[in-house]
């Protein structure tokens, strides 16, 4: 009787010990959850903000009156305007996703604006090409690119080369 009295003291304690660290845990899973819930808020709050400046850039983008086409840090086209998609003949919803590398001008052309779009990032500040000469069907354009280390890419296109557009922005 003795023998059971002392097993059944040490398994009380075993269990009054798992009852302490039972209770420690469920407090660090509480505060865990707290913790979850605010940065789930702060990324929700993050999240709107960049939908609203995604949809400022679309805006800005639209009112300018040249083709004007802008991407993310990786050469991913976010957005472009209705000038950019007449000039190229292509559709809004298929071009957001599409590499700068895949815009339809001659190669060589296409491969500087990768070259250029990667040294802006990797020196990061900007860098600009001048007065690109590139031919869409049978017309040709002249346009200026600007690259910035933030990941932004506007491509202005200067037609007459008057009324020459000056924009900038950050990511």
Known sequence: LCLVSDRL???????????????????????????????NQEAEVLSREIVRLRDSYSHTLNHVPHP???????????????????LFDLAAVSSTGMDLCEIPVQPALSKTISRKHRAALERGHPLTLKDQVILVGRTIHHMDVQFTSQGLVIFISCPARDGAVDLSAAS
Do not use: P, Y
């Open 68 to 86: 004007a086409l802008m991407a993310d840090e990786d050469g991913t086209i976010e957005a472009w305007n209705d000038a950019a998609q007449e």
């Open 9 to 39: 003291q040490k398994a009380i304690g075993q269990l009054q010990l798992a009852n302490v660290s039972l209770r420690a845990t469920r407090q660090e899973l509480r505060l865990l959850d707290e913790q979850l819930d605010i940065m």
